[in-house]
Every structure is written in structure tokens, then in C-alpha cells.
């Protein structure tokens, strides 16, 4: 009998909260307020190296990303001995995913190097159509092209930058897998979120000057920021 097994990639988002925990829920729930379902059946690794055993609230942190219908599939740099921590239910397994073809599992006791830290990049994903609402692009590996407009309500993901050729008006996010040097380019920035390396910008957030215009959207010390594109 042979055991056959597949590889499964994941596209999960690390959420690393910091204390005080009530003043970042506070804003976790500006951003879910205005991107309401940004986290909607997303799956969420949850890190806590920012925190510590003595951290207030940290016992019922747990429920309260439950009742923001948050899903974790993970839990990383945090001790599960913790006396706030013992009443948490810790993830067991991951459900859903992207198929990546066959693996074979080692036939002797050696052991599968790690995964790198910096996921490398490969070949760019072209959409030569719009995005449409209720619709999510997502390619961990690569750019993201866009021959078209991105909807309201619609999502691209890329492990690399993303290119609009039309209106950017749903969620952008890009460098999903470390690469804070990615970009986010539109002929018409409109966005509902943008997000690089794991920061965010909401629209309350956006300065006013390229809105309705062609742009870029950067990193610059750990802020998104965006610069009209001089057409």
C-alpha cells in the first residue's frame, strides 16, 4: 500500500497585538468598521510575542477576537503554561488552503528543512478583467496585474506588488509573505484598504490629495504612504 499525501499552502494573516490590549481592540475595531469583511473567513495566526504572562485582559483576548468572528488557525510566541492562558483552546489543525501538488513523505528518520522566513517570488498573475465585487484575487508567489478596475467589495492578494490599470476601489494588500519593498500602483486611487507587509490604511487615514488620482502606495519606516503618479 502506498500513502500518498499533498502539499496544501496556506494564505493566513498574523495578527501581533501589543498592549495595552484594550486600546488595540479599540482599533482593531475602527479598521472592521470600515472594512467590515476583511476578516470574514480569513484564516488568522495569532502572535503574542509582544506580550507576557502578567499582560491585563490577555485571559479573555481569546473570546473577544471570537466575538469579531475572527477564525485563528495558530497560535505563536506565547506559552500555553501561562496561568492566563489556560482556559484558551489552541489550535489543533488547518482546514481549507490552495493545493500545491504532490509530496512525498521521506521514507527514512531525516528531517524537511524549514521554510524560509522570505517566501521567494516567481512568475505575476495578469487579470485582464475586472475585479468585481464579492470576488478575491489572491497569488501568494508573485505581482498582481489588474487589466481593469478593482470593485468595491473586491480583494487582490499578493505575495508581490499589485497593478491597477483602472480604479482601485476595494482592498488591495500586498507583500503578504515579507517583502516590505512591494508596491501598490492604480490609475485612480479609490481604495477601501491598502495594506503592505502587513500595515494597514483605511480611507479615514488617506490623505485627500491622491484620491481620484493615479498612485503609488509604499512603505516608507513602517507607514503606508501614498504619492500621486504624475500622468
Do not use: C
Request: aromatic share 6%; hydrophobic share 40%; net charge negative.
Amino acid at each position: 500500500m502506498t500513502i500518498r499525501a499533498r502539499g496544501r499552502s496556506f494564505l493566513a494573516l498574523i495578527l501581533s497585538p501589543e498592549p495595552p490590549l484594550k486600546d488595540w481592540l479599540a482599533k482593531l475595531d475602527e479598521h472592521i468598521k470600515h472594512a467590515i469583511d476583511f476578516f470574514h473567513q480569513q484564516p488568522i495566526i495569532l502572535d503574542l510575542s509582544l506580550l507576557n504572562e502578567t499582560t491585563e485582559g490577555l485571559a479573555s483576548f481569546q473570546e473577544e477576537l471570537r466575538q469579531r468572528h475572527i477564525h485563528l488557525i495558530g497560535i505563536e510566541g506565547g506559552n500555553k503554561h501561562w496561568e492566563a492562558l489556560e482556559k484558551w483552546e489552541w489550535p489543533l489543525e488547518l482546514r481549507g488552503g490552495r493545493p500545491q501538488g504532490p509530496m512525498k513523505i521521506p521514507e527514512h528518520n531525516g528531517q524537511i528543512p524549514p521554510l524560509p522566513t522570505t517566501s521567494p517570488l516567481t512568475e505575476s498573475l495578469v487579470i485582464d478583467r475586472v475585479v468585481r465585487s464579492g470576488q478575491s484575487i489572491q497569488h501568494s508567489t508573485g505581482d498582481v496585474i489588474v487589466l481593469g478596475a478593482v470593485s468595491s467589495g473586491a480583494e487582490v492578494i499578493a505575495g508581490g506588488s499589485i497593478h491597477v490599470y483602472g480604479p482601485l476601489r476595494g482592498r488591495a494588500i500586498a507583500g503578504i509573505n515579507g517583502h516590505p519593498h512591494a508596491r501598490i500602483y492604480t490609475t485612480r486611487m479609490e481604495a477601501e484598504l491598502l495594506a503592505i507587509d502587513g500595515f494597514y490604511m483605511v480611507p479615514e487615514e488617506m490623505p485627500n490629495g491622491p484620491i481620484g488620482q493615479a498612485a503609488q502606495i509604499f512603505l516608507d519606516k513602517n507607514h503606508v504612504k501614498i504619492v500621486p503618479i504624475k500622468i
